[in-house]
């Protein structure tokens, strides 16, 4: 069966032109409840589900998303590649509003870190995450953007703070000594737990304000002007990258936990198991020990 391709933003993503609609589905997780219903259809033939991150009307803070849900609730439904757009504040001149950036790279100053894994409870993993997006859909995304005539900004790291209030300027200065590049609030948990369950995942950054370092502070109203106008970008961009996306799943993302599982099989327990069936499927006919460890 042909893998399919998730999208995780805002609501407005799946308004595009191009989209078949063809159903919305509420699914329920061992983790809890999803963001929101996904929306499933096609585009240009290929199969694809959206999900609202913050849910409809955007009523969930970043510390409220329940991303193992999410993530879960994709994988059940056969996605393997995930584009992930978000908004994010620059910290560099040259990245201005309105302008995008396909980072390469993740700094966590995120606070609630036992909810970004689906291990434990028996099985003990150990992803690499050196590397913690897809280079493969990198590329795809940096094609699709240059396309639609963006400015587009390859590369760099992305810190994730918790939220939900903007950063103090004293943050914003040590973030930029850091040499971070932009700052967001939410798609470090996305990329950890996508490449726990072997998804292919990039993120679209799209440049909203630039922080606090500068003169102005960063308030909602400014924020909103920036998204509606990024909103449309990223339909196209989205649309162009998914007619690119492989229609089979044979990245190295999707062999990640290969070598990351230190339990060894006798000892799963199969309570774990049967919760994380579509994440593990495939060494369930296994009797040997998947992480040769």
Same mark, same amino acid.
């Given at each position: 069966?042909?893998?399919?391709?998730?999208v995780?933003?805002? %609501?407005?993503?799946?308004?595009?032109?191009?989209?078949?609609?063809?159903?919305?589905?509420?699914?329920?997780?061992?983790?809890?409840?999803?963001?929101?219903?996904?929306v499933?259809?096609?585009?240009?033939? #290929?199969?694809?589900?959206f999900?609202?991150?913050?849910?409809?009307?955007? #009523?969930?803070?970043?510390?409220?998303?329940?991303?193992?849900?999410n993530?879960?609730a994709?994988?059940s439904?056969?996605?393997?590649?995930?584009?992930?757009?978000?908004?994010?504040?620059?910290?560099?001149?040259?990245?201005?509003?309105?302008?995008?950036?396909?980072?390469d790279?993740?700094?966590?100053?995120?606070?609630?870190?036992?909810?970004?894994?689906?291990?434990?409870?028996?099985?003990?993993?150990?992803?690499?995450?050196?590397?913690?997006?897809?280079?493969?859909?990198? /590329?795809i995304?940096?094609?699709?953007a %240059?396309?639609?005539?963006a400015?587009?900004?390859?590369?760099?790291?992305?810190?994730?703070?918790?939220?939900?209030?903007?950063?103090?300027?004293?943050?914003?200065?040590?973030n930029r000594?850091? /040499?971070?590049d932009?700052?967001?609030?939410?798609?470090?948990?996305?990329?950890?737990?996508?490449?726990?369950?072997?998804?292919?995942?990039?993120?679209l950054?799209?440049?909203t304000?630039?922080?606090?370092?500068?003169?102005?502070?960063?308030?909602?109203?400014?924020?909103?002007?920036?998204?509606?106008?990024?909103?449309?970008?990223?339909?196209?961009?989205v649309?162009?990258?998914?007619?690119?996306?492989?229609r089979?799943?044979?990245?190295?993302?999707?062999?990640?936990?290969?070598?990351?599982?230190l339990?060894?099989?006798?000892?799963?327990?199969?309570? #774990?198991?049967?919760?994380?069936?579509?994440?593990?499927?495939?060494?369930?006919?296994?009797?040997?020990?998947?992480?040769?460890?």
């Amino acid at each position: 069966m042909e893998p399919a391709i998730g999208v995780i933003g805002g %609501s407005g993503l799946y308004e595009m032109a191009g989209f078949r609609q063809e159903e919305e589905r509420i699914v329920p997780t061992p983790f809890g409840e999803p963001s929101d219903a996904l929306v499933g259809g096609t585009i240009a033939g #290929r199969p694809v589900w959206f999900l609202p991150r913050h849910g409809k009307g955007h #009523r969930l803070l970043p510390t409220e998303i329940n991303h193992r849900a999410n993530i879960w609730a994709l994988r059940s439904l056969g996605v393997r590649f995930v584009i992930s757009v978000g908004a994010v504040g620059s910290l560099k001149e040259e990245y201005a509003p309105r302008s995008i950036v396909i980072p390469d790279q993740f700094f966590d100053r995120t606070s609630r870190r036992e909810h970004h894994t689906f291990f434990g409870g028996g099985i003990v993993a150990h992803i690499s995450f050196g590397d913690p997006l897809s280079g493969g859909l990198r /590329g795809i995304l940096r094609q699709a953007a %240059s396309g639609e005539g963006a400015e587009v900004h390859f590369g760099g790291t992305y810190v994730n703070m918790d939220g939900p209030a903007f950063s103090t300027r004293a943050e914003s200065e040590a973030n930029r000594q850091h /040499g971070f590049d932009v700052i967001g609030m939410t798609n470090l948990p996305e990329a950890k737990l996508a490449r726990e369950a072997e998804m292919a995942l990039a993120t679209l950054a799209m440049v909203t304000d630039y922080d606090c370092w500068k003169d102005e502070e960063v308030n909602v109203e400014a924020v909103i002007g920036h998204l509606h106008a990024n909103s449309a970008l990223a339909q196209r961009i989205v649309a162009r990258a998914v007619a690119e996306i492989p229609r089979e799943a044979t990245w190295p993302e999707h062999e990640a936990l290969g070598t990351a599982i230190l339990t060894p099989r006798a000892a799963w327990p199969a309570e #774990r198991l049967e919760t994380l069936k579509p994440i593990m499927e495939r060494f369930l006919g296994n009797s040997g020990d998947p992480g040769g460890k």
